[in-house]
């Protein structure tokens, strides 16, 4: 397994792979990986011939009152993971690598990237959208893979796919959960013992609504009041956002009765969790 620490190395690495002809795949990551990751990893290795691990924690997605200083780094421990799973490059840059001086140019999806999670941490996808872009120019892959638990990323990656006609695929995993139903997370580590029990009430509220709405319900606003009902079992969580919304647009939906997206997001003590149902 290489690994490689400047754009210039990896784009060398990945244009000959590709100019072998061989399918290069591409899971970005900020590290501090779990099963979620390695998911996204394995279904990277059954499709493509060269699987390209990204781990770059991007400051520029953070607020100014969030988490980056005390983002979890783990490269060591991340690297004998992603080496065990057969991985063929992981490209580590520094933000100097991935940000020069003067640099002053940003990708931004109008729009879609001000909703849900874009609406509670304004700028964050202005700073992913950058940053996968940029990963997309410099790996060049033909694929690259994303976990559904981000599932306004995902929403805001395809248009920007979309608009900028990115020669790339975008393969979508399932979100990988505990056994008790939480959704794997890097943040997941903060939790104490309290509130790792508290945080299962996200997961609790979304199959409730999905039991809701096999059992006939197809109001959005219903649909809430049930989310909410569970929420309010738990009282020292905070919920951010509670939502039923088109799962390309985001947009705000009226009734369950097509494809709909359910996503909430809450905080569990100072930690801020996301989770989603496709109905």
């Known amino acids: 397994m290489l690994i490689l620490r400047t754009v210039a190395e990896t784009q060398s690495a990945c244009a000959q792979s590709r100019g072998e002809g061989r399918i290069v795949g591409l899971v970005p990551t900020m590290g501090a990986l779990h099963e979620g990751h390695l998911s996204l990893v394995r279904a990277a ?5 060269v699987v390209v691990v990204s781990i770059f924690v991007n400051p520029t997605q953070f607020g100014p009152n969030e988490d980056f200083s005390k983002y979890p780094r783990t490269f060591d421990e991340d690297c004998a993971l992603l080496e065990r799973e057969g991985v063929d490059l992981v490209f580590a840059p520094g933000v100097d690598e991935m940000y020069p001086a003067g640099a002053s140019t940003f990708v931004l999806v109008e729009g879609v990237s001000e909703r849900l999670d874009g609406a509670s941490r304004p700028g964050h996808f202005r700073g992913v959208t950058t940053v996968v872009s940029k990963l997309f120019h410099i790996a060049m892959p033909h694929k690259a893979f994303f976990g559904q638990k981000d599932a306004a990323q995902v929403a ?10 990115c020669p790339v695929q975008l393969v979508v995993c399932p979100i990988v959960r505990e056994l008790d139903g939480l959704a794997l997370s890097s ?37 809430i009041e049930v989310a909410r009902s569970v929420f309010a079992q738990e009282p020292d969580v905070r919920v951010d956002y509670i939502a039923v919304v088109h799962p390309d647009t985001l947009e705000d939906i009226p009734d369950v009765s097509s494809r709909s997206l359910v996503a909430v997001a809450a905080f569990v ?11």
């Open 45 to 49: 290795r059954a499709e493509c011939d």
């Open 156 to 165: 805001v990656l395809r248009k920007m796919v979309r608009d900028l006609n």
């Open 187 to 223: 943040r997941n580590r903060y939790l104490s013992e309290k509130e790792r029990h508290q945080a299962l009430v996200l997961h609790r509220v979304l199959r409730k609504v999905e039991e809701a709405a096999a059992s006939g319900e197809k109001s959005s606003a219903k649909l």
């Open 269 to 279: 003590g100072t930690t801020r969790l996301i989770d989603n149902v496709l109905l």
